[in-house]
């Protein structure tokens, strides 16, 4: 149930949200939602404060950015970081995909301004610096995978094509995969990926050296 605010009672939730503030490590997000008692567009006016003060830097609609200016501009996290944040509040996942998966694996030199993750929780878009955030409702065959990793992996080589992986990015891929199966398991994770994955991979896998 929410508090409405009145006369009496704003400063006492005023210094609440600035004790929140101050805990709040730099290169934290704070969310309006952290404060779900009170009235919701009091504490988005409260946190607008700070945003004019340059404390914090808005991301979305009761998104908030905890960072330090320097003469270089505010400190960032990365879009990873944010994704992650945010996917925490809302007890989610996400799954970086698209060229910024290719780029995380050093399967693409290509470092993309908008980073698509995709998240069995809400679909949003927010701004983070030059770089655009947007997430996106994935299927659950998405996150079936027990490891991550190869979750975003396979979604790399989707963001490619079949057909389309080069000898070059094989042999990246081979170079990252004989290091990880040394300690990791990737079998059951490979029966989830398309055919022409698991084919592939395995011909890597099994390629002499």
Known sequence: MRINVNSSNKMTISQIVEKKFKRTKDKSLLFASDFPEYDQDYIGDLLSIYVREGKLIRL????????????????????????EAIARRDHAQVLMSGLAAENYFGLSTQVPMKIVFLTNGSARKLTAGNTTIEFKRGVPKNFAFKDKTMATLCLALKSIGNGHVTDEQKNVLRNFLNDYIQEHDIKSDLKLMPQWIQKMLNEIVNKES
Do not use: D, R
Not at 60 to 83: H, Q, R, W
């Open 60 to 83: 979305a609609n009761g998104v908030y950015l905890k960072t330090t200016v320097t003469k270089f501009g505010p400190v960032l996290p990365s879009p990873t970081e944010i994704a």
